[in-house]
């Protein structure tokens, strides 16, 4: 996914893999977030294609027309949060091979719906 920084009061960057369409959202962190020295949260988007993609980085106010034009049409373009760090890369991992349970040792890592 490619990623450019925008300008924005809630929206950090925007991402965007035109082979999948996948929209990648990384909002600025909270406050409790950046207390605890975390990223902000980041969501994939799917089914978005290439002309949404370029209105949304396009758009005067970049939050608005995300509130406006994705975020309310959850079943036209599903969503799931991106969880950071190696947790991330795992869930990542099982979802794209369709995996629901990885066995290392006596370490067991079981997906969870």
Known sequence: ???QTVES?????VGYEAET???????KPTRKQEAAKEP???YHYSFVPEDVHAALVTAA?????FGQHIKPFAEKYPF???LPGTEGAIADFMDTHGVD???AGSTVI???S
């Open 1 to 3: 996914m490619i990623w």
């Open 9 to 13: 009061s809630q929206i950090e960057s």
């Open 101 to 103: 349970t990885i066995k």
């Open 80 to 82: 799931r949060k991106v």
């Open 110 to 112: 079981t997906k969870v």
């Open 21 to 27: 369409e996948t929209l990648g959202i990384r909002f």
């Open 40 to 42: 902000g949260s980041e």
């Open 61 to 65: 106010s970049v939050g608005g027309w």
